[in-house]
């Protein structure tokens, strides 16, 4: 009588483990369900062209919220809509709710992969340093910046290139967060700061429209890694991240990610020729 308790027990516990996955996986597949009643995904993103920009009329654009919104069209959810968010709010809203996915050039961390869902990746990019015409002070490396004790350095904050600057031992008061790549170009221009940081693309991109010959874009910055991104969902949302990642297969099989991609600047090879699991083991 013992061992068939025992016995007992043990399958009473098997079928409550397989009825609990089977009620999550439910609860799992319903968020797609809800996107599509709702007929939009929220998005957070960070207005950083090229990889997310928000025109003047509201309408959201750049490489990363095109991706998501063919991706989704494609499973059926009509249209995005997005939130401008600071890079280190982003998982918090993720995960409390108010988004459905991130995507802003999210790169790939170790940390970040324990932290949400990510899709394989999507938008690859290596890191750039803008700074005055000449780089007057012989800035190469984020190493450069912490040994020299007069120069200060803006970057996002919660973004890679904060933690990059922190970890190359600038200290945190010469860590300068900056709100947006306007008020960062504008720093730089007034002498405020002596460098501001972002990737390689965006960098181009502000400089581009500054148009002023005044500036000078060091890139890429010596020893920093390329990153790749993923769109990042909530952890409990891993069966639409799965319907994501099958329908972005298709996209980068066919071509057509390419085309959405490229014409902002980014190597659709890149992103092809790497995984989310390498992008979530790199250091």
Do not use: H, W
């Not at 995507?103 to 324990?114: H, I, Q, S, V, Y």
């Not at 709100?179 to 960062?184: I, L, R």
């Not at 504008?186 to 581009?208: C, E, F, T, W």
Request: net charge negative; glycine share 8%.
């Amino acid at each position: 009588m013992k061992k068939m308790g025992i016995l007992a027990g043990a399958a009473g516990l098997a079928f409550a483990a397989v009825l609990a996955a089977s009620t999550a996986a439910n609860a799992d597949d319903a968020k797609l369900e809800q996107l599509k009643a709702q007929g939009f995904a929220r998005l957070a993103i960070a207005n950083e062209p090229p990889y997310t920009a928000v025109a003047a009329d509201g309408k959201v654009s750049g490489a990363a919220p095109d991706v998501a919104r063919e991706v989704f069209k494609r499973l059926g959810v009509e249209d995005v809509a997005a939130s401008i968010s600071e890079y280190g709010a982003m998982i918090p809203g993720l995960q409390a709710g108010r988004f459905d996915v991130v995507t802003a050039g999210l790169f790939m961390k170790p940390e970040r992969c324990a932290a949400v869902a990510y899709s394989e990746p999507v938008l690859c990019d290596a890191e750039a340093m803008l700074v005055k015409k000449g780089n007057p002070k012989g800035f190469k490396s984020y190493e450069d910046i912490a040994n020299d004790p007069t120069a200060k350095i803006g970057a996002p904050g919660g973004g890679t290139e904060e933690k990059l600057a922190l970890n190359a031992g600038v200290p945190r008061d010469r860590v300068i967060v900056v709100p947006d790549g306007q008020s960062g170009l504008k720093m730089v221009q007034d002498g405020r700061i002596d460098a501001y940081s972002l990737p390689v693309l965006s960098i181009n991109d502000l400089v581009q429209k500054a148009n002023d010959p005044n500036l000078e874009v060091i890139a890429p910055v010596e020893g920093a890694p390329v990153y790749c991104d993923g769109a990042a969902f909530n952890k409990k949302d891993t069966a639409l991240r799965d319907a994501f990642d099958v329908e972005l297969a298709k996209m980068k099989e066919s071509g057509e990610f390419a085309k959405i991609i490229e014409p902002y600047g980014f190597s659709a090879a890149a992103a092809i020729s790497t995984t989310r699991e390498k992008q979530c083991a790199a250091q």
